[in-house]
């Protein structure tokens, strides 16, 4: 008895059945890759151009820098003079009145807090103790506003 068992096994996935399973992002990754890449490589390439071209002006570096020398020595001193020195001179002052100012800022904000806390404790008493009525409220409140008054004239006629 022989038996013949006929197996067809597909290896190709079914069109109908792929899905894609990546994420948009994952697609693209490739192809900045690729060009991220050529970028580098063109960079690389144009700077080695630029620096065998400018090799040869390296000559005239020193002879340039000796006729500026004095256009940036007269620079060098006004800077100094206008921007350096001055903020020396500020920055060691603001270095040795530092103490001074961490203390009248501790001490003006320790004192506005105390302040608050002062009036707040004095009212929260007030309160407890003699509790405003309404009606002591409105009285205060109509004794508090401003009347017109009548000025004599100093040029009044006298009769």
Known sequence: MTSTITATASL???VT????TQPPIMQIIPILRATFSLLRTFLSQALRI???LA????I????ISRLFAPVILAFHIVLDVT??????II???AAALYPVYMFCG???IFGAALGILGRSLITLSNNIIAPESPKASLHAELSMRSRKRRRKSSFAEES
């Open 12 to 14: 190709l996935p079914t």
């Open 17 to 20: 059945g792929q899905l894609s």
């Open 50 to 52: 630029v620096v065998a």
């Open 55 to 58: 090799t040869p002006l390296l």
């Open 60 to 63: 005239f570096v020193p002879l």
């Open 83 to 88: 921007v350096y020195t001055p903020y020396m």
């Open 91 to 93: 920055s060691n002052i």
């Open 106 to 108: 501790v001490a003006c």
